[in-house]
């Protein structure tokens, strides 16, 4: 499941580390698959807009917005030192991770959207149909290795 | 064939400017049909050599969009459903549409009102029509469960929800919108038909069924063209039922070549297999239009 998940688990009150719990790689490869997104700040000649693009881009930086964003949304930090204080129990866990260097990127930054494309029909397929999972997991390897 | 020779100068130059005005007219349907139409397809199959991904660019693969897309069970699947779907849809619109236009024409009391009826679902799109048939064909909502509810506890009926037969569950929605249409053109044509014909076969004891079959539809032949190419293109670029009533699924066993060709066009961003994938689609149109219409026109020429 998504971050998103958390987010709905704190929505309904429960709390990370006693009422769930977050395994990352399902507890054998503690590894996370990153991705995130990107802001783009256009340079301007107003000096009043460039000094609130300062503003907002060190807002949203700021260890305290990310955290209290990330505890909402259930996703990372993207910075490694937060106050852990406020940081859950699952937070906690990714941010070791993190700063083990146990990543891999995202599938979104490894293919191109036609490899992606690809990959979703065949798992589509396997998923509605009698496919074998060695078939299916042959179909994969070709994919992958003809991805660009 | 040389006596009229010199009389043909004036003559062309004559043909040329007969009707100057509807000739002026018609200049810009002239250009939108040969840049647009054929500009379009001229551009399409040349790219479909290319590896364009999210641009055009002009980077010649040969055939290996064409490899590619014969070799993806996706595309398989897609034009076998698309063959399915295209010979039933033809058959049953026809004769369904037919039969209601015959019934129809037997001077029956109320046949505007039942005109209205069989043409309103023409009036709705693929998108609603798919729909309301997900609906209709919903274990949980629809049929089976209401015959369920009279009793028959182990009815069955989910054609949307099994993959061997999917696409009949989206022909049953596409010929419940399309055969009004059909059965419109059929009662214009047999409108047409001239009222003496009949009291001829009737004074020759030609039973019922026998004057339809033999002498009243190869009368409206042009009817039946008319209505087989509205029919023929409507099979060809059958896209937004699918969407609405299955988008594919279950799994991909509902695809049809107009989604792969959308799919791989702007989610998977790669224009040279879309393209290959509508060039394909073109062939198929083209193996069926070209010896008909060298059927159709040449032979009228020679005869």
């Known amino acids: 499941m998504g971050d998103w998940a958390q987010g709905e688990f704190q929505l309904a009150g429960q709390k990370a580390g006693t009422d769930y719990t977050c395994l990352p790689g399902l507890g054998v490869n503690e590894i996370i698959s990153t991705g995130g997104d990107a802001f783009y700040f256009p340079l301007l000649k107003d000096e009043e807009k460039s000094k609130a693009q300062e503003v907002l881009a060190s807002t949203l930086l700021n260890p305290a917005t990310q955290v209290a964003f990330n505890l909402k949304k259930g996703s990372l930090p993207v910075r490694g030192d937060v106050d852990l204080a406020a940081a859950n129990d699952c937070m906690k866990k990714g941010l070791e991770i993190l700063a083990k260097g146990n990543v891999i990127q995202g599938t979104d930054q490894l293919l191109s959207a036609d490899s992606q494309k690809q990959k979703e029909d065949l798992f589509s397929e396997f998923f509605a149909s009698s496919m074998t999972p060695e078939d299916a997991q042959k179909r994969f390897a070709d994919i992958i290795a003809s991805a660009d | 064939m040389t006596y009229d020779g010199p009389r043909r100068t004036p003559a062309g130059l004559n043909q040329l400017l007969r009707n100057l005005n509807a000739k002026i007219a018609s200049i810009p349907m002239i250009l939108t049909a040969v840049v647009i139409f054929l500009g379009g397809t001229l551009w399409t199959v040349f790219y479909s050599f290319t590896n364009s991904k999210l641009l055009p660019r002009l980077s010649f693969v040969g055939l290996d969009q064409y490899e590619r897309l014969w070799a993806a069970p996706r595309w398989l699947i897609s034009i076998q459903n698309l063959a399915v779907y295209g010979l039933f849809s033809l058959i049953f619109s026809l004769v369904i549409g037919f039969l209601l236009a015959a019934l129809m024409d037997q001077k029956i009391r109320f046949e505007n009102t039942f005109r209205t009826i069989f043409l309103y679902p023409f009036a709705l799109s693929f998108i609603v029509t798919g729909l309301v048939w997900q609906w209709i064909l919903n274990p949980e909502f629809g049929i089976q469960s209401v015959v369920r509810s009279l009793g028959w506890s182990s009815f069955t009926f989910d054609p949307l929800y099994n993959s061997d037969i999917v ?137």
């Open chain 2, 167 to 303: 696409i009949y569950g989206i022909l049953i929605a596409a010929l419940w919108q399309g055969t009004g249409l059909v059965m419109c053109l059929m009662l214009a044509g047999l409108r047409g038909i001239d009222e003496d014909i009949w009291k001829a076969a009737r004074v020759d004891g030609i039973p019922m069924w026998k004057t339809y079959l033999f002498i009243i539809i190869p009368m409206m032949r042009a009817v039946f063209i008319t209505t087989l190419v509205i029919i023929a293109s409507g099979i060809v670029k059958v896209y937004d039922l699918v969407v609405a009533q299955t988008s594919g699924g279950p799994g991909i066993a509902s695809e049809v070549p107009a989604k792969y060709v959308y799919d791989y066009m702007f989610q998977a961003q790669n224009l040279g297999q879309g393209f290959a994938a509508s060039t394909m689609m073109l062939i198929t149109v083209a193996i069926i239009i070209v010896p008909w219409a060298y059927l159709e026109f040449g032979g009228r020429k020679r005869g």
